[in-house]
């Protein structure tokens, strides 16, 4: 096959869609949701209220999160400190992805791949945490 970007993006687009339906493999993603705290998972669950494949800038996101009320407060810690230190947990765990990082190495950016949103959108209807409505 020719090292043309557009075939291999086809192939990720396939490949991604293969093991969508596989539900052996959304099962073991399942587990990682599980296994969160119980603070983490509607920070984790909110990623549906964002499109699939976008960066979503993290100011944007930690604001939503204590908008919504998802954020404890702790002693002498604002709330956006809080927010950011879910946001690094969910990282460290491997569900969430760092888009661009900051100059000084703080994350700007972040996303969640496509079959952790799949899976994201499968239990929040489930759970009636939010209904996505697409066009």
């Given at each position: 096959?020719k090292?043309n970007?557009?075939?291999?993006?086809?192939?990720?687009?396939?490949?991604?869609?293969?093991?969508?339906?596989?539900?052996?493999c959304m099962?073991i993603?399942?587990?990682s949701?599980?296994?969160?705290p119980m603070?983490?998972k509607p920070?984790?669950?909110?990623f549906v209220?964002?499109?699939?494949?976008?960066e979503?800038?993290v100011?944007?996101?930690i604001?939503?999160w204590v908008a919504?009320?998802?954020?404890q407060t702790?002693e002498?810690?604002?709330s956006?400190?809080v927010?950011?230190?879910?946001?690094?947990?969910l990282?460290s765990r491997?569900?969430v992805?760092?888009?661009?990082?900051?100059?000084?190495?703080?994350v700007?950016?972040?996303y969640?791949h496509?079959?952790?949103?799949?899976m994201?959108?499968t239990?929040a209807e489930?759970?009636?945490f939010m209904?996505?409505i697409?066009?």
């Open positions: 096959m090292k970007k557009a075939k291999w993006e086809e192939v990720a687009e396939s490949l991604s869609s293969h093991i969508s339906k596989d539900n052996s099962k993603l399942e587990l949701y599980n296994y969160l603070h983490l920070c984790f669950l909110y209220a964002f499109e699939e494949d976008r979503i800038p100011q944007k996101l604001s939503l919504e009320g998802f954020v702790v002498q810690k604002n956006n400190a927010s950011y230190g879910y946001l690094i947990d990282i491997g569900l992805q760092v888009g661009k990082r900051r100059s000084n190495g703080g700007k950016t972040c969640v496509d079959l952790l949103h799949e994201c959108l239990i489930k759970d009636n209904k996505v697409q066009e």
